[in-house]
């Protein structure tokens, strides 16, 4: 049983937790060709390495954000959804 | 008559003799006796037969690693099998069998295997009976039969069994010299200490030998040091505990044994029990195996491990043979002799392959003869050892070997060096080194927080045992930021010394191809010769050959053969031990049962149950219940003694002709408030949100970002900032998440608050032509008329005097009602119709009536008319769509894909002959009597007998379907068989839509 370091919640087994998938930034479906807009929802990178993916803590309903190495298995870090916000330039 | 057994010492109590059964016979042991001890106290040889070649086989070890004695414990319904004898404890009234051989273990018909075993050799079963084709079917049952291991219960477990979380400092596997050592030392300091050992005793190695620790017995040290643990509130004893897996971040699973070793009378409370522990540090302490030596019919009854030998002599005062022959290629074996000359066993010699030993001078001193330079070539006797043939060696594997010396025995003891349990150190992630010196992997760097110690890290002797348990716990203690507190090591001496040089296999006597008799795994019947001809057919990875001779499977795992299997597959490919590596030690270290894996969870505690606030009601109406989620939800509420369909359709009829009611308190309710609620719910459904009234209702679909239909339900704005939701009962919780995700990490600039209600408030449906009647009746303090209370509206009222939210809404398309109710209240709210609607023949109903009634008018169910990959237009939902905003999914509507005209659309179906009920699934076609395959063109989503039409209606998904209306297909049966069905509006009653505005 794994631990997870929610950022709200501190570290807790694994199994409170729900997998969200691959993050990556919304495409604006305005400015999106078919193609790229099919490519943004269909399509993930499935990169072996470190990748950055959405986790949910169940029992609070918290999503955050996971730094994971898809080789190790092995979760570098974990940060809340704002700090990516921020780098975007998005409020 | 215990004829083995030793007139004194063991720690067996002699005052408390246990009878038992073994294969029918009745014998006796004592207590403190393993299944195995009893059995050879009662000079039982043969135990069972081989896997493959039916061989007779005896007892070779003392613990996990045995291959042989493989048991079947217990009678009924309590029975186990595949338990070694080994760990068995005795108890009065032991039933125990072989788990192989037929008719019996001493006779079996299948030994003739053992005649052709050359034929029988790696990969026998892949070449043989893969011809003729479709005949594998016939093979199975036979094969399956002659190679099986025990047999499982057929009955339902009767015992219980139970999962317990703990969280320590230091959890220590194992307790012989170095794990008590390290339990000793990290509890002193104040850590929270879980110890678990395998045995019913602590003490491990120290209870099977001569030991002297401080100057007196072991023994007596072991009493002093579990005492001392056992008095400590920080430290928990787990006796009869095998730590069983690694897994991340230290934690560790143990199966602790509660009641196994007391006679079936005896046993109260739970059998067995899983210690989940997260532990800081771990001490892994759980020892070393020694390995057998692979000459010619090793597998004999009577051919022992030598520590096996000293075990039973010292621990259970059973003395396995009267003639004893040692075999060995290191010095701990010695030790063996000397142990089974003490105990005046004869040893007629030691066979040592090394031409120079320096512990045969403890032989000398002891009178007993070495032949150094010496090996076993032959064993001879079938169902027991009756001698041995020895033979000079060179020293060179390659060189064959004469043998020449005839040795009359009835026991051989072999010693081929020691391994170390490295199996929880690879669990956590760790890998293993080749030590040059002592021939064995070694645990390499941890990769969690543990550290190995004694023998499990490579260390034979007990004072180093002692020295490195002391260490590793101070260590574990520190890393906790405890103070170790500086305990002495005990000082205990070692007679034996310990060197070793390899000896893989025996060199043959003629072609070492043709040595299909030097087992390496015993349980897998797999050889020398198996293996070189694994290596001859081209495998070259261990991991391909362990799976082509099967080395290294079963119950034990190969604790006993792997490395011996993988030093002769090295020497085969000419390449070295380390190079061709191991095989991945993975969980369990031994087998654990389903019992124990299940713990408390099953049946009733299998998975949670929900239930309604009136579930009662709907258990004493006799009402069968659905499981949807993890919802119970009444099906239909048989009257006389009605089947499911007299019951639907009876509860059809009365619903569309006067009144039904229906339990719905299972959909997902969310409240929704904020300033910004407006504006989070314009993105997350399709139809216009801002031009929604307060008190007024909306059907709303949800969509994933691929554009296709993903939750639905009544929405509802009960003020200008505050909505209410309803999301299918399956969908609730993946909705809510789902919300959540959206506002928590895209639109953080949204202020809006999300609260479920699903359980906090029930809902029961009132619906038919007299609802109205019947709400008017129970007394409503609101005008339900048309003009004040309109369809899609919704008011707080009270009912009979109970608050409610009312809602005009309809899953039916008949005038109906929604009474939303606090939960507490919603039993006696149904009573209360209940009683009131009896003039109106109020008929409850359940899931499927509804499902009838809401596909006589088309209404889908997301997820049962759709998968995933319909879109709102695809299922007839054009209207529902704005076009003055962007919301989720919206974009991907626009894709080629998505506006293709021969995309799956919803229909509906008639069936020609007017009677046949379409299975649903049912796929589609134009014409069955095409080349086959028949190209399918949609498949039917849902299909009922419409009770109010009088014929069976189906809906279906269907290429192009809205443009071939009128047009005939035909759906294909389970059978073969194919009808004609008609495609028609998906609408099948009330067209228009009248009756629910009313």
Redesign the interface.
Known sequence: ???LICPLNGPRNISEF?Y?GEYHP?AD??K?N?RA??D???FHDNHAGIVIE?W?H?AS???FLAERDTRT?NVVRTFP??EL?TSDGR? | MQRNRLDKGGRIDRSRPLNFQFNGRKLQGFAGDTLASALLANGISVVGRSFKLHRPRGIIGFGAEEPNAIMQIGKGDMTLPNLRATQVELYEGMIASSTKGWPSVNFDVSAINDVFSRVFSAGFYYKTFMRPKGLWHFYEKLIRRSAGFGKAPTAADPDSYEHRNAHCDVLVAGAGPAGLMAAMAAASSGARVVIADEQNELGGSLLCGDYQIDGKPANKWVEQTAAALGGMDNVTVLPRSTVFGYYDHNFLAVVERCTDHLSEAQRTGVRQRVWRVRAKEVVLAQGAFERPLVFCNNDRPGVMMASAVSAYLHRYAVSPGRRAVLFTNNDSAYQTAIDLARSGTTVVAIVDSRPHAAASELAASAGIPVLAGHVVVDVSGRRRVTGVRVGKWSGDTADTVDGTISIRCDLVAMSGGWSPAVHLHSHAGGRNEWNDELHCFVPGASTQANRSAGSGNGVWSLSGCLREGLAAGDEAASRCGLKPAGLDVPQAEDPVPMSIEPLWRVPAEKDPDRCSKQFIDFQNDTSVADVRLAVREGYRNVEHVKRYTALGFGTDQGKLGNINGMAVLAECLGKSIPEVGTTTFRPAYTPVTFGAIAGENVGDLFEPVRTTAIHEWHEAAGAPFEVVGQWHRPWYFPRDGEDLHAAVARECLATRNSLGIMDASTLGKIDVRGPDAVEFLERIYTHNIAKMKVGRCAYGVMLGEDGMLMDDGVMARLGEQHFYLTTTTGGAANVLSWLELWLQTEWPELDVYLTSLTDHFSTIAVVGPNSRHLLQKVGCNIDLKKESFPFMSVKDAELGGVPVQLFRVSFSGELAFEVNIDSNHALQMWEMLMYAGGEFDITPYGTETMHVLRAEKGFVIIGQDTDGSVTPQDAGMHWLLSKDKDFLGRRSLSRPDCVRDNRKQLVGLLSGDGKTVLPEGAQLVIDPNAEKPVPMCGHVSSSYFSACLGHPIALALLEGGRSKKGETLHAALVDGSTVEVQIVSAIFYDPKSERQNV
């Open positions: 049983m794994k631990i729900t969200g919304l479906p305005q999106s078919d807009w099919a943004y929802v269909f959405w949910c169940t309903s918290y999503w298995d959804a704002s916000a409020s």
